[in-house]
């Protein structure tokens, strides 16, 4: 199985930046597509960013682009989301996915990140 763990979540003050991590485990990290979804107190989970194995080709939330930045380093077997100027309403546990296809078959357990305003 695939196994994947967030790391990099915090608290941050509103216009800062953070940069989060999700290693993964396993010889078919490349082969996955991979993204990032938050959900935050009392709303369902929402999409964040992902991106494709092969091409690159990334996806993003609208509100999110432009201030979020998703990369994978597959020699490392990571996946990165760079958060910029944060704002209190990014306030949310975030997580990352994995998965063949348009399916996500993996999920981490979720980082917290938290925006002061």
């Known amino acids: 199985q695939v196994q994947l763990v967030e790391s990099g979540g915090g608290l941050v003050q509103a216009g800062g930046s953070l940069r989060l991590s999700c290693a993964a485990s396993?010889?078919?990290?490349?082969?996955?597509?991979m993204g990032w979804f938050r959900q935050a107190p009392g709303k369902g989970r929402e999409f964040v960013a992902a991106?494709?194995?092969?091409?690159?080709?990334?996806q993003y939330a609208d509100s999110v682009k432009g201030r979020f930045t998703i990369s994978r380093d597959n020699a490392k077997n990571t996946l990165y989301l760079q958060m910029n100027s944060l704002k209190p309403e990014d306030t949310a546990v975030y997580s990352c996915?994995?998965?063949?296809?348009?399916?996500?078959?993996?999920w981490g357990q979720g980082t917290q990140v938290t925006v002061s305003s």
């Open positions: 396993g010889r078919a990290f490349s082969s996955y597509k």
């Open positions: 996915a994995a998965g063949p296809g348009n399916l996500y078959n993996y």
């Open positions: 991106i494709g194995w092969s091409s690159g080709t990334t």
